[in-house]
């Protein structure tokens, strides 16, 4: 089993940026990839951005804005949110893949407003 605690989120202006981290562990053998996915209410869980296998990728909606990056020593992977707008406003989650399981974080509110 592994388990994954992501940062908090908060409240941010428009045009502002946020950077979440979200960290695995437990028993982690070999992490495929690792992403990113929110939730608005009212709305379907979308992908935001993942990474693995040497390659990123991200949703229309957020490229240019949003940058995925991880530590591989540190079992971590971070979402640098830039320029962020009112529609960025939900519950993002991260998600790791182990083998072939997936897990996930138990999310954090990130909201966009002034």
């Known amino acids: 089993q592994a388990q994954l605690v992501e940062s908090e989120g908060g409240l941010v202006q428009p045009g502002g940026s946020l950077r979440l981290s979200c960290v695995a562990s437990?028993?982690?053998?070999?992490?495929?990839?690792m992403g990113w996915f929110r939730q608005a209410p009212g709305k379907q869980r979308e992908l935001v951005a993942t990474?693995?296998?040497?390659?990123?990728n991200y949703a229309d909606s957020v490229k240019g804005r949003f940058t995925i990056s991880r530590d591989n020593a540190k079992n971590t992977v971070y979402l640098q949110m830039n320029n962020l707008k009112p529609d960025d406003t939900a519950v993002y989650y991260c998600?790791?893949?182990?083998?072939?399981?997936?897990?996930w974080g138990q999310g954090t509110q990130v909201t966009v407003s002034s």
């Open positions: 990474i693995g296998g040497g390659r990123t």
């Open positions: 437990g028993s982690i053998f070999s992490i495929a990839a």
């Open positions: 998600h790791v893949l182990i083998g072939i399981t997936p897990y």
